[in-house]
C-alpha cells in the first residue's frame, strides 16, 4: 500500500491542480508519469453544459479516432444469411441472430460493441434492459444500427469511439494507448472533442464545453485548457 502511495504521490509531483494546461504539454505529462508495466489507456473527459434528463439536451454520437484507440475491440453482430457472412468477413468476432439473443439472455457477453440490422431489431429489442445499461445496444444514431454491417465492423475495429453523457453532464472517452507518441494521442483528443462539439443538442444553454481533463489509467487527471483542444466554450 505505501508503494501504491508513493507512486501517485511521485505521479502528482509538479502537477498544479487549478492549472489549465496547454493539450500538447498535459498529454506530455500524462506520458511522462507512465510507470506500469503494461500499456495505460489515455482518457479524455468534458464536463459539458446540459442536463441529460431533459431529451433536448442528450448528448451521444459516434468519432472515428485518426489513429485508433489501441485496444482490440471484440464485436458482435446480429444479422441472418448473407448479411451474416458479410459480417464474418468483415472480421466481426460474433454473428448469429436467435441463438447470440439467446446468448446474451443467458447472462454472456463477450463482445464491446454491438451491432445489428434493421430486420433484427425486433429480436434485439428484447435485449434492452441487458445491453441497454452497458452501452452495448445497437443504435441507428451512432451507426450500429445499419445494413451495411461490414463497414460498421471494420469502423468499430478501427477505432470508432461511442459517447454518451451521463447523468453528471461528463462525457469521457479511451484516445489511445500510453505507447502513442504524443501528436497521435492529441489528434485523437482534438477529432474526439470536435465531435462532441458537433453534437450539441438544441436545448443546451450557456457554456457548453466547461471543463475538459485528461489522464491515464493509474495516472493522475490533467486539466486542459478547452481553448487548447479547439473546444468552443459557447
Given at each position: 500500500m505505501a508503494k501504491s502511495g508513493k507512486r501517485i504521490r511521485s505521479a502528482r509531483e509538479g502537477i498544479e491542480r487549478t492549472k489549465l494546461y496547454g493539450l500538447d504539454e498535459a498529454v506530455q505529462m500524462l506520458k511522462d508519469r507512465t510507470k506500469t508495466k503494461f500499456d495505460e489507456t489515455i482518457e479524455v473527459a468534458m464536463n459539458l453544459g446540459v442536463d441529460p434528463r431533459h431529451a433536448d439536451q442528450m448528448v451521444r454520437g459516434v468519432v472515428n479516432l485518426p489513429n485508433g484507440t489501441g485496444r482490440t475491440v471484440r464485436v458482435a453482430v446480429f444479422a441472418r444469411g448473407d448479411k451474416a457472412e458479410e459480417a464474418k468477413a468483415a472480421g466481426a468476432d460474433i454473428v448469429g441472430a436467435e441463438d447470440l439473443v439467446e446468448q446474451v439472455?443467458?447472462?454472456?457477453?463477450?463482445?464491446?460493441?454491438?451491432?445489428?440490422?434493421?430486420?433484427?431489431?425486433?429480436?434485439?429489442?428484447?435485449?434492452?434492459?441487458?445491453?441497454?445499461?452497458?452501452?452495448l445496444m445497437p443504435n441507428p444514431r451512432v451507426g450500429t444500427v445499419t445494413p451495411d454491417v461490414a463497414a460498421a465492423v471494420k469502423a468499430s475495429k478501427g477505432g470508432a469511439?461511442?459517447?454518451r453523457?451521463?447523468?453528471?453532464?461528463?462525457v469521457h472517452a479511451g484516445v489511445g494507448k500510453a505507447s502513442f507518441d504524443r501528436k497521435a494521442i492529441v489528434e485523437n483528443i482534438r477529432a474526439f472533442a470536435d465531435a462532441v462539439q458537433k453534437a450539441k443538442p438544441s436545448g443546451a444553454k450557456g457554456n457548453y464545453v466547461q471543463r475538459i481533463a485528461v489522464t491515464s489509467t493509474m495516472g493522475p487527471g490533467v486539466k486542459v485548457d478547452p481553448s487548447t483542444v479547439g473546444a468552443s466554450q459557447a
Open positions: 439472455q443467458g447472462g454472456t457477453i463477450d463482445f464491446d460493441r454491438a451491432i445489428a440490422t434493421p430486420d433484427m431489431m425486433a429480436l434485439v429489442g428484447r435485449l434492452g434492459k441487458v445491453l441497454g445499461p452497458r452501452g469511439v461511442e459517447f453523457v451521463e447523468k453528471a453532464g461528463i
